[in-house]
T-cell receptor, first 113, second 113 residues
Framework: AQSVSQHNHHVILSEAASLELGCNYS??????LFWYVQYPGQHLQLLLK??????LVKGIKGFEAEFIKSKFSFNLRKPSVQWSDTAEYFC???????????FGRGTSLIVHP | KAGVTQTPRYLIKTRGQQVTLSCSPI?????VSWYQQTPGQGLQFLFE???????NKGNFPGRFSGRQFSNSRSEMNVSTLELGDSALYLC????????????FGPGTRLLVL
């Protein structure tokens, strides 16, 4: 079975700092990759997704992620974070013909104003 | 389109009781999935329903059950509640160009005392 690892469990940054959250998956075949965000008190929402094509994917709110197949990674980046980016971030993967994503444990991001 | 809705938003129950949670998917979505979210385990898949049939099931005991109605609304039932069942229960309906993306509701927060 596939698994997803998010190595950073808690990240604390100051506003305007750059962000990179790591995500690695274990599956050798075709994957679809997702990043979801859960703002405090809000529901889980899709930030961006990758299915095929350009491995650099741009999402909402200035986020982007790069799929590196050789490293089984799909890291999330943002050049300059804002206080409003404080949230929990989840990486997820679907494999083969399955539509059921496997989620990582999540990374809690706190941005200080 | 209206998003995924879940009722109730909060529940307090005692051990041994049972509970029923409800989910209404985005209009036109026929697949509904349920997840349990806890701080220690992250998001864990419970089951998926499509056109009133359970198509996938996660690794949860038989106390967790669900069903889907002809209008795609879904219910999840947990019988003989245990303290460890305290969690945020998320419902998601599947959409996107190829039906590959999960859209989540706000969740039902269940506290078992």
């Amino acid at each position: 079975a596939q698994s997803v690892s998010q190595h950073n469990h808690h990240v604390i940054l100051s506003e305007a700092a750059s962000l990179e959250l790591g995500c690695n998956y274990s599956y050798g075949g075709t994957v679809n990759l997702f990043w979801y965000v859960q703002y405090p008190g809000q529901h889980l929402q899709l930030l961006l997704k990758y299915f095929s094509g350009d491995p650099l994917v741009k999402g909402i709110k200035g986020f982007e992620a790069e799929f590196i197949k050789s490293k089984f990674s799909f890291n999330l980046r943002k050049p300059s974070v804002q206080w409003s980016d404080t949230a929990e971030y989840f990486c997820a993967v679907t494999t083969g013909g399955s539509y059921i994503p496997t989620f990582g444990r999540g990374t809690s991001l706190i941005v200080h104003p | 389109k209206a998003g995924v809705t879940q009722t109730p938003r909060y529940l307090i129950k005692t051990r041994g009781q049972q509970v029923t949670l409800s989910c209404s998917p985005i209009s036109g979505h026929r697949s509904v999935s349920w997840y349990q979210q806890t701080p220690g385990q992250g998001l864990q898949f419970l089951f998926e329903y499509f056109s009133e049939t359970q198509r996938n099931k996660g690794n949860f005991p038989g106390r967790f059950s669900g069903r889907q109605f002809s209008n795609s609304r879904s219910e999840m039932n947990v019988s003989t509640l245990e303290l460890g069942d305290s969690a945020l229960y998320l419902c998601a309906s599947r959409g996107g160009l190829r039906g590959e993306t999960q859209y989540f509701g706000p969740g039902t927060r269940l506290l078992v005392l």
